[in-house]
């Protein structure tokens, strides 16, 4: 059975504070991993992964795929109280799109 | 609207009733999922469309559950006889085809109460 596990469930940093977070993934036929951010109801996106040992950036946030540690971390550095979010990790196991998602990871990030 | 439109964003309703969950996505967009998102875990997916066929339908948890599109544009999730363990948010994303990147709706929330 395809599986998501991420790591940890759930954190809690100081502001300035620099944080790792972890998926591992078993999946049949492995498309892409993703990671969402989720504030309130509606995910929203960050990264795609397709190729191993690339990594991708936005501002303060950065994730890498390790496809052969079936892997992927999301580095978040100076962290920030607006931070604060379900960090959900979904791998594309098909050509449909269907997505398969990990339980999530609480961040809060306080003042 | 220039995102994924899910109505109502609540809906509170008494075991046993049937509900119906509407999601419309953005304009143009082909593929169609809906995912079910429980306390405490990362959404599940249901069912997605390519067009106006349920091209999958095997996250369905069981037969009181449908969706249905029948123009290709909005669907939506039909539950009978809710039970208290069907309480969740209900996620809708599209995307402008299979495969390629899903914006996801506000959701609703459902409470069977």
Known sequence: EDKVVQSPLSLVVHEGDTVTLNCSYEVTNFRSLLWYKQEKKAPTFLFMLTSSGIEKKSGRLSSILDKKELSSILNITATQTGDSAIYLCAVKASNTGKLIFGQGTTLQVKP | ?113
């Open chain 2, 1 to 113: 609207g220039a995102g994924v439109s899910q109505t109502p964003s609540n809906k509170v309703t008494e075991k046993g009733k049937y509900v119906e969950l509407r999601c419309d996505p953005i304009s143009g967009h082909t593929a169609l999922y809906w995912y079910r998102q429980s306390l405490g875990q990362g959404p599940e997916f249901l069912i997605y469309f390519q067009g106006t066929g349920a091209a999958d339908d095997s996250g369905l948890p069981n037969d009181r559950f449908f969706a249905v599109r029948p123009e290709g544009s909005v669907s939506t999730l039909k539950i009978q006889r809710t039970e208290r363990g069907d309480s969740a948010v209900y996620l809708c994303a599209s995307s402008p085809g299979a495969g390629l990147r899903a914006f996801f709706g506000q959701g609703t929330r459902l409470t069977v109460v």
